[in-house]
């Protein structure tokens, strides 16, 4: 039987918009409904008793709406931003011209990146680099946001850096893209972890939340990995998300799931799923 939790009514939704104005310069690809988990999760929800880590921070919009939370509720420790920092011409357009970025020469976005997260800079660290190499360093993370699960392999090695720092039953992780077609293999990852995690809360378009219930072992790590996982093992997988999300009323979107597993045999990595239908 499942727990009422906290995070039920989507408490988020209630965040006063004043009390966020100051994050609208930072483009993000963050829905609207995100953005406020995010700054709720660090403004209302977290203890302080451990750092928040984004991995996947792009320009900084997540991040940005971490850390103004985090400002808010006067919380020590920091907020660690994940990223390559890099931007392909078209990503630049369409994510950071259109939403009032100058537009400037060159992939490289972190100076931009540390410019817009400047009023929060005494509370970020910025680790620039290939996530899967860069690693953690070590220390309780209370708020992980994950949005680079782009890739089985990857998402294993990143999975394996942070998830031990998670504290049991305290500890959230924000899965940015759990709910999108092209990425079945997070709820596969999710269902390997068992009773490990517990899906707690649903931001649309794409985000589910899971609380940490159990320290994350090796076992459990091995448990979890994704890179070795068939499409059949993938569509397992989302048939027993049915159930454990059927709180979330999120069928369609598993449905969509099932058909991108289909469509694109033994594809990986989310840029080459392909949808085939109706527009997506
Ligand atoms: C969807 S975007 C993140 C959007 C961001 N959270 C926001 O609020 O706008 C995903 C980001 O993950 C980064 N990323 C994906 N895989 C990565 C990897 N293996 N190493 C470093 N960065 C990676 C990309 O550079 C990109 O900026």
Redesign the pocket.
């Known amino acids: 039987m499942r727990q009422p939790s906290e995070f039920d009514d989507r408490p988020w939704q209630r965040v006063d918009p004043g009390r966020v104005a100051g994050v609208d310069a930072v483009?993000?690809?963050?829905a609207a409904e995100e953005q406020k988990l995010y700054f709720w999760l660090t403004s209302e929800w977290m203890q302080g008793r451990g750092d928040v880590v984004?991995?996947?921070?792009?320009?900084?919009?997540?991040?940005a709406r971490l850390a103004a939370g985090h400002a808010q509720a006067g919380h020590g420790g920091k907020v660690h931003a994940?990223?390559?920092?890099?931007?392909a011409a078209g990503v630049k357009r369409r994510?950071l011209y259109q939403k009032g970025i100058a537009p400037f020469d060159g992939p490289d976005i972190f100076p931009l990146a540390q410019s817009l997260l400047a009023p929060w800079a005494d509370r970020i660290d910025f680790h620039r680099?290939?996530?899967?190499d860069l690693g953690w360093p070590g220390g309780p993370i209370e708020v992980l946001?994950l949005?680079?699960s782009?890739?089985t392999d990857?998402t294993d090695r990143?999975t394996a850096d942070f998830f031990p720092s998670l504290i049991p039953g305290r500890s959230v992780i924000v899965q940015?893209d759990f709910l999108h077609w092209s990425q079945p293999w997070i709820a596969a990852q999710m269902v390997g972890f068992g009773d490990h995690f517990e899906p707690v809360g649903f931001a649309p378009n794409d985000t589910v939340i899971f609380l940490c219930r159990k320290p994350i072992t090796a076992e459990a790590l091995s448990a979890a990995r994704i890179d070795n996982l068939s499409d059949a093992d993938l569509l397992d997988a989302v048939s027993q998300t049915r159930q454990t999300l059927a709180p979330f009323s999120v069928a369609h979107r598993l449905d969509r799931m099932e058909k991108g597993i289909r469509d694109n045999p033994g594809v990986r990595i989310a840029w080459q799923m392909k949808w085939r239908g109706d527009k997506c």
């Open positions: 483009p993000t690809m963050l984004d991995v996947g921070c792009f320009a900084g919009g997540s991040t994940y990223d390559r920092f890099t931007a994510q680099g290939n996530i899967e946001t949005d680079a782009k890739k990857l990143m940015q």
